[in-house]
């Protein structure tokens, strides 16, 4: 997958610049691609699947890397920043079923039907809508993941990114697509990223031909949500942000680790502002991470202050206590 997300960049960016040559020159795994055996949340490193690509950017091995948007931590190191965020593929989490249970969905499947996710946010809502499941973890890539599903009995069905099945071509897997009334998704899920070196004004200019301006207002709030909670893999944090009519609207939630107890809420704000020539000392302002330079930055602020200002008041209502706990129960696990 990550393969395959990397060549749709390229192909993008051989387009807008046909004479310029892109070489794929580098495939490495990660930590996160290599323990897995410990399901994410338990491994607690925020960095798991960028730290060695980031590297090599920084050796100036890479010019740019590409990865899921979701995988990317709130704050970057210094000396680096996402220089694009691609339109966004689906952000919805996907149902994929065993072979037997074809047809059904999850509200279907027989009591005690054991399904597979290594997400704690998935998790901690699915067992409250579907409380006669029972959630396990399972790790690997997609292949992997599809593989324990068809050829052994110890999955019922397991939950995917949607955007991550449709991108390796496999979209007829998806059994039952989650709406927000089931699951409320990842932070940056579905979106793609180019991070690059931030002083390197050449590659920056480049890239950010790239950005989807409303999937970078929408990616921006979410991201901003999550970074004033604190949240991270270790807990459970899920957004769903629409972007209609000039007004960005962004629902928020964070959930104990059953899923009993859960704070839920949505926040608007206007994001239509004239694009101003912001050459000079603002010209490279980050918003949690992104810089967006076509895109206008009175957007972009007020996009980011929207997050903040719903994780504020899920703060206020007692979300600091709900996460506390789920990462105790966590790391107790």
């Known amino acids: 997958l990550a393969r395959i997300q990397t060549d749709s960049v390229v192909t993008m960016l051989r387009e807008l610049y046909p004479d310029l040559r892109f070489e794929i ?3 490495m795994s990660t930590t996160g691609d290599k323990i ?8 607690g490193e925020k960095s798991l699947f960028t730290k060695e690509l980031e590297n090599a950017l920084e050796r100036n091995e890479v010019d740019l890397v590409v ?12 000396g680096f920043t996402i220089g694009a965020v691609c339109k966004r593929e689906s952000p919805l989490d996907a149902v994929v079923l065993h072979p037997k249970n074809c047809g059904k969905s999850l509200s279907l499947l ?3 039907s054991v399904i597979g996710t290594s997400s704690l946010r998935r998790a901690a809502q699915l067992k409250k809508k579907f409380p006669h499941l029972e959630f396990r973890d399972i790790r690997g890539n997609l292949n992997t993941r599809l593989k324990k599903l068809d050829e052994k009995e110890d999955f019922s069905a397991i939950i995917l990114a949607a955007a991550g099945l449709k991108r390796m071509g496999w979209e007829n897997r998806i059994g039952q697509l989650l709406g927000p009334e089931d699951c409320l998704y990842a932070v940056g899920q579905g979106a793609l990223a180019v991070e690059v070196r931030a002083k390197d004004q050449e590659i920056l200019n480049m890239v950010s031909a790239l950005h989807d301006a409303d999937t970078v207002l929408c990616c921006i709030a979410e991201r901003a949500f999550m970074k004033h909670l604190e949240g991270g893999c270790s807990v459970p944090v899920a957004v769903n942000s629409l972007l209609k009519d000039g007004q960005l ?3 928020g939630a964070v959930y104990s680790l059953d899923g009993s107890d859960s704070l ?3 926040m608007q704000t206007g994001v239509s502002f004239p694009h101003q020539n912001e050459d000079g000392p603002n010209d490279d302002v980050q918003h949690v991470g992104i810089t967006a330079k076509n895109v206008p930055g009175q957007a972009q602020e007020a996009a980011e202050n929207l997050g903040v200002e719903l994780a504020s008041l899920l ?4 979300a600091k206590h709900i996460l506390s706990v789920a990462r105790q129960l966590n790391d107790a696990r």
């Open 36 to 43: 897995l055996d410990t399901a994410l949340s338990k491994i």
């Open 315 to 318: 703060l206020s209502k007692g």
């Open 67 to 78: 990865h899921s948007l979701k995988d990317l931590p709130t704050s970057l190191p210094p």
């Open 25 to 27: 020159a580098v495939a």
């Open 264 to 266: 839920k809420e949505t």
């Open 249 to 251: 609207y962004l629902t």
């Open 110 to 112: 027989p009591e005690k």
